[in-house]
């Protein structure tokens, strides 16, 4: 029993001498950061499968959610170009919360530097319901402007009517 007492003054005395008492704060920040992320991810990425059942979408073999739910930010709007879902993580690329857009047309984030070639081209493909991969200058909530490349997608239902538009987005 005496060795035991001796090795606990030991590791007492070792932790007494060691220079950080406590583990920094800015780790325990990280790690919230971090969780809340991944718990956004997973809202979202239920939310989308909820629209997907209730609207009756035929799965695209183009477009996968699992994967850029976590990396890019994903705009679903209806068939008139309403926006019905953001994921949550549009706040890192471009300030908007995914609250602050609903309701609007994604041309909320065009402006007066957006190329109207690109824009008219996006349109085009839009009403032929096809699918595009462009990069366009859009702006954030507080004015600046970024490069945004866009991976949109028109949804169609088990019937094949137009449902809905499905955009993966990640500033290029």
Sequence with gaps: MSNLKCYEEAIVKYHKDLR????????????????????????????????????????????????????????????KLTIVFASQNMIKMNGYSAKEVLGNNPKMFQGEL???????????????????????????KNGDVYACLIKAYPVFNIKGQLSHYIAFEKAA
């Design 114 to 140: 957006t190329d109207r070639i690109i824009s008219s081209e996006i349109n085009a493909a839009i009403q032929s319901q096809q699918a595009f991969e462009k990069t366009i200058i859009n702006y954030k």
């Design 20 to 79: 950080i008492k406590a583990v920094p704060i800015l780790s325990l920040d990280f790690h919230y950061q971090f969780v809340e992320e991944l718990k956004h991810s997973f809202t979202d990425l239920d939310n989308l499968k909820e629209m997907a059942l209730k609207n009756k979408w035929q799965r695209s073999v183009d477009w996968n959610i699992d994967s850029p739910i976590k990396e890019e930010v994903i705009i679903v709007t209806d068939a």
